[in-house]
């Protein structure tokens, strides 16, 4: 291999033996790079960020995010994307309008209307491990158990309304419970830093695994819940990101709410306007029923 002349000069004008450090910043001085440095602007999450124990962001997450017994949400902007990487391609749905509400620990009912003539395109609800949804538009009737797998190749058809129930009514992290553990990491990105809370069930008699249940990401600058991933025995089910977080009473809410589900293939996204949330009223009986609709189609979802 031939050795460049400028380099070979180097080489012999540095005979006597040196270090391995100190040779090779002789050859560097001896080249005719020139270093370049870009000034960047640092991101508002690094130079402000803040400091919590393990105990601290536990506590923040259970006394702020995890208190509301049932949350309302008047009107709201929704859109709808199927499909995965896996299956080479997305498609989003026309955003739309809408309204829910939401009640611990297994309600929600949830209407999407059409955004120009305000016509119900979906109603969705889920009472007591049983869902109902009503199509107009197609004179369905749908009823199942939410315990059911995703069996249907169009995934609008998987959307189920318990899916959002874990990501608006955010779980309380269950505390001085001997079978659960905690873990805390950091984590980073080019605009934030985070602290990421792991909660995992101890091994179960005679393992030594522990299983992955749930993972908080806490974005530091603010101690801010901005991220959740729900896991099967470590197997990713969902993931929902937060936005816009407001406070309601005593109570930090979301206002960009976004739940991705692997495993039906869809993303549905939820915003609203911090005037159109109430927490803790006071709900009417039967409010998380649709009655049947005269003359429908009743399809029983198995």
Known sequence: MMVPGRLLSC?????RPVSFVLFLLSLLGCGSAVKKRTQIEVPVGYQQVREATLEELVKIINDYYARPANISVSEMEVEFQ??????????????????????????????IQNPLTRSTVITMATNEGSFEI??????????GKTNLKPNNKRPLYNVRPEHLLSALLIEPIPTGDSAILHVL???????????????????????????????????????????????????????????????????????GVEVERLEERYTIRLQYQHETVAVDRQLKAGIF???????AQRVAVK
């Open 134 to 143: 009503w199509v107009p538009g197609e004179n369905k009737y749908l009823m």
């Open 185 to 255: 990491e950091e984590d980073v990105d080019s605009s934030s830093k985070y602290y990421v809370i792991s909660v995992l069930e101890a091994p179960a008699e005679g393992t030594q695994a522990a299983s992955l249940k749930r993972k908080l990401w806490v974005e530091r600058s603010r101690l801010g819940l901005v991220r959740q991933r729900y896991y099967d025995a470590g197997h990713l089910v969902s993931t929902m990101r937060y936005s816009n977080l407001v406070q309601v009473g005593s109570n930090i809410v979301p206002t």
């Open 289 to 295: 029923q649709i009655p049947f609709p005269p003359g």
């Open 82 to 111: 199927e499909g995965s990487i896996e299956e080479g391609y997305f498609e989003r749905y026309r955003r739309a309008r809408g309204y829910l509400i939401a009640k611990r620990p297994d309600s929600i009912y949830v209407s």
């Open 11 to 15: 080489l012999r004008s540095r005979a």
